[in-house]
T-cell receptor, first 113, second 108 residues
Framework: DAGVIQSPRHEVTEMGQEVTLRCKPI?????LFWYRQTMMRGLELLIY????????DSGMPEDRFSAKMPNASFSTLKIQPSEPRDSAVYFC???????????FGEGSRLTVL | RKEVEQDPGPFNVPEGATVAFNCTYS??????FFWYRQDCRKEPKLLMS???SGNEDGRFTAQLNRASQYISLLIRDSKLSDSATYLC?????????FGAGTRLTVKP
């Protein structure tokens, strides 16, 4: 299995631009998570999906952030408009229910200038 | 108050030392617990699950205290390759929450 695939690996953009991060989970996993990691705040859960349905988005910082999962093999996290404080590594992870083992992608490192 | 709290460290220990990390969680309904390891500029990976009776995997021992709502990780005979950040994870109905991580550096 290819594992969780994220793109882009790195993105540098200017404040105000739209950013779209993409994730392909492991086939057969029924949960998908988006996390954000910074030195100051650690690994924060932004949102997670079960069978493509958003379950908890209380971690999404504000309305500038949105996430979708149109099918079992694809999810996006969008930031519009982006701000410098959004600079972080964004991880996508997938989980097979009740196994407890999250499989992470390699992350998308976002820098907003 | 954060849902999962860890001492961020850093812990700097010599090779061969024994080191212990603790983690506390706030939600008593939490169901299962894990330790993950994250190397610098890499993604987190599962190190071990934490069982109620405590469990061991080689040099690593994990323990859970439900009454006090904390979990621990003990590393014996530490190796240079153990240098990493160790994250505790608390699961409630597949809602997986991470602590901020404890950074360990093992020195020769």
């Amino acid at each position: 299995d290819a594992g969780v695939i994220q793109s882009p690996r790195h993105e540098v953009t200017e404040m105000g631009q739209e950013v779209t991060l993409r994730c392909k989970p492991i086939s057969g996993h029924d949960y998908l998570f988006w996390y954000r990691q910074t030195m100051m705040r650690g690994l924060e859960l932004l949102i997670y999906f079960n069978n493509n349905v958003p379950i908890d988005d209380s971690g999404m910082p504000e309305d500038r952030f949105s996430a979708k999962m149109p099918n079992a093999s694809f999810s996006t996290l969008k930031i519009q408009p982006s701000e410098p404080r959004d600079s972080a590594v964004y991880f996508c992870a997938s989980l097979l229910q009740n196994t407890g083992e999250l499989f992470f992608g390699e992350g998308s490192r976002l820098t907003v200038l | 108050r954060k849902e999962v709290e860890q001492d961020p460290g850093p812990f700097n220990v010599p090779e061969g030392a024994t080191v212990a990390f603790n983690c506390t969680y706030s939600n008593s309904a939490s169901q299962s617990f894990f330790w993950y390891r994250q190397d610098c500029r890499k993604e987190p990976k599962l190190l071990m699950s934490v069982y109620s009776s405590g469990n061991e995997d080689g040099r690593f021992t994990a323990q859970l205290n439900r009454a006090s709502q904390y979990i621990s990780l003990l590393i014996r005979d530490s190796k240079l390759s153990d240098s990493a950040t160790y994250l505790c994870v608390v699961n409630r109905f597949n809602d997986m929450r991470f602590g901020a991580g404890t950074r360990l550096t093992v020195k020769p």
